[in-house]
């Protein structure tokens, strides 16, 4: 039996479907369900049974195969520290706990926003990530693997829920198809991301899991894409215009301008 947190949002319910895929079915979902309209992530995917995570450590023994913890606030612009370091933090520091006492591997998301611009997060969503991580890194268990995820994108409309904090491939395609322009920041030719696709993710993560192996990993692409690389490339497909905007005053200071995976560590499957 496989439990896997976040399973309604972005990458948990891809994740999902991807296990479906190669034949496993004996899931157990589990999340807040906070936006219970995200609901249509799993219709359709086939899980053996739903648990509020309220309940998730009662339920753990050795029936239980292996855990997979996608669930968190992922808001970069929340600053309610209790929420925050309560969700993403205090909640995977138990299940990890729980995990290792009874011997049941655990792969958990992290987020390369913990390198910030080279000295630590920016905001308070990576300073909870990178809190896990210190944690699992001074817990030294055989049974932990933890990936920073750089940025996670899909075309195919799956980030429909995350607002704000959905990839700029889905939101510059949606300023494409609904305004016929693509708005971008001032310096966006200067602003690098490395962009990794969802079923990626999934790939590789599942692929680690299945070895004897723990730590914690970048999981991106291993190359490095400017927004306006993807700006220009987006608004050719759609016939669409680039303007430029103003950088947002709240986004000052808590801002990464540039990001590169380290993948020495694993040669991914897909080319």
Not at 149 to 156: G, H, L, M, R
Not at 202 to 216: A, K, N, V
Not at 252 to 266: F, P
Request: hydrophobic share 35%; net charge negative.
């Amino acid at each position: 039996m496989i439990i896997v947190t976040g399973s309604y949002g972005f990458i948990g319910s891809k994740f999902v479907r991807y296990l479906n895929s190669i034949g496993r079915n004996d899931i157990i979902v589990c999340d807040y369900l906070d936006n219970g309209r995200t609901f249509v992530n799993l219709a359709g995917a086939e899980y053996a049974s739903f648990i509020h995570p309220d309940s998730l450590l009662s339920i753990l023994d050795s029936a239980i195969d292996q855990v997979f913890h996608f669930g968190a606030i992922s808001d970069t612009a929340c600053w309610d520290g209790k929420l925050v370091m309560s969700r993403n933090y205090q909640f995977s520091v138990d299940l990890i706990l729980a995990c290792d006492r009874l011997n049941i591997p655990i792969s958990y998301s992290s987020s390369a926003s913990v390198y910030g611009n080279g000295t630590g997060p920016l905001n308070l969503y990576a300073y909870s990530k990178f809190s896990v991580d210190k944690f699992v890194t001074h817990l030294n268990s055989e049974y932990v693997q933890g990936f920073r995820y750089f940025n996670v994108y899909s075309t195919d409309g799956a980030e429909w829920h995350k607002g704000d904090q959905a990839s700029p491939y889905y939101k510059f395609a949606n300023q494409a198809l609904t305004f016929g322009r693509i708005e971008i920041f001032e310096g966006s030719e200067n602003f690098y991301r490395d962009f990794v696709h969802v079923d990626t993710v999934c790939e590789i993560q599942y692929d680690m899991s299945q070895r004897e192996i723990s730590g914690i990993f970048d999981l991106g692409s291993g190359k490095q894409t400017s927004f306006l690389e993807v700006a220009n490339e987006i608004a050719k497909n759609h016939n669409a215009d680039v303007v430029t905007i103003p950088f947002p005053e709240h986004l000052k200071g808590c801002y990464q301008t540039n990001t590169l995976a380290n993948m020495d560590y694993y040669q991914s499957p897909v080319q």
